[in-house]
């Protein structure tokens, strides 16, 4: 069982920045692939963005890519979303996923985080 928390998220206007952060609970957490996914309002959840537990392979949805950096840290069992020339329609609610090494989908999600970015 992997439980995740996000934080980091807030209100900020467009052309900025934020960090997430999400942390994970469980022994076996480097040995997870993990996600970031947002929900804007009205909308279906899409992917952002994974990197895979040896900090290797980090896809990235097409709107966010050269603006935002997934990273990990298994020691500090943490993963990280930073988000650089945030736009308006960056607003939604993030959330953090975890998926195992055998799994097509993912198996544990976090409550989510609120970025909004204000025009």
């Known amino acids: 069982q992997v439980q995740l928390t996000e934080s980091g998220g807030g209100l900020v206007q467009a052309g900025g920045s934020l960090r997430l952060s999400c942390a994970a609970s469980?022994?076996?957490?480097?040995?997870?692939?993990m996600g970031w996914f947002r929900q804007a309002p009205g909308k279906e959840r899409e992917f952002v963005a994974s990197i895979r537990w040896s900090g290797g392979n980090t896809p990235y949805a097409d709107s966010v890519k050269g603006r935002f950096t997934i990273s990990r840290d298994n020691a500090k069992n943490s993963v990280y979303l930073q988000m650089n020339s945030l736009k308006p329609e960056d607003t939604a609610i993030y959330y953090c996923?975890?998926?195992?090494?055998?799994?097509?989908?993912?198996?544990?999600w976090g409550q989510g985080t609120q970025v909004a970015v204000s025009s």
């Open positions: 996923a975890a998926r195992r090494v055998e799994s097509v989908t993912y198996d544990y």
């Open positions: 469980g022994r076996t957490f480097s040995s997870y692939t």
